[in-house]
C-alpha cells in the first residue's frame, strides 16, 4: 500500500521560505512523474491544484504564479520529493500534497499546511 507523509510546512512571513519534503513507501518514487498540489483555505480535497511536477527524468513544470519562487526535485535514493518555497506571499496559504502527476494514487497523504501571514 502507497503510504505519503508530507512534512516542512509551518507558519512564515511573507518572503521567507519554507522546503516541503514528501516521503514515499510502498511505491519507488523513481517510476513516476511526481507533483505537489495545494489546497487554499475554504476549498474542498476534490479541489486540490497542481502547484509544480517532476519528471522521472527531472523535467520540471510550474504553474505561472510560482515561477521563479519554487523549485521541485526529487531524490530517488531517499524515494523523497521536495518543494523549495521562497519569497512567500499570502496567497501561497494552503495545505500542500505530495502525489503522481498523472492518476494520482488514492491514498493521499495527511498534506503539510503552510500559512504565510505577518
Known amino acids: 500500500q502507497v503510504q505519503l507523509v508530507e512534512s516542512g510546512g509551518g507558519l512564515v512571513q511573507p518572503g521567507g521560505s519554507l522546503r516541503l519534503s514528501c516521503s514515499a513507501s510502498g511505491t519507488s518514487v523513481a517510476s513516476y512523474p511526481m507533483a505537489w498540489y495545494r489546497q487554499a483555505p475554504g476549498k474542498e480535497r476534490d479541489q486540490r491544484d497542481l502547484?509544480?511536477?517532476?519528471?522521472?527524468?527531472?523535467?520540471?513544470y510550474y504553474i505561472e504564479s510560482v515561477k521563479g519562487r519554487f523549485t521541485i526535485s526529487r531524490d530517488n535514493a531517499r524515494n523523497t520529493v521536495y518543494l523549495q518555497m521562497n519569497s512567500l506571499r499570502p496567497d501561497d496559504t494552503a495545505v500542500y500534497f505530495c502525489?503522481?502527476?498523472?492518476?494520482?494514487?488514492?491514498?493521499w497523504g495527511q498534506g503539510t499546511p503552510v500559512t504565510v501571514s505577518s
Open positions: 502547484v509544480a511536477s517532476v519528471s522521472t527524468y527531472s523535467s520540471t
Open positions: 502525489n503522481r502527476r498523472i492518476a494520482p494514487w488514492t491514498s
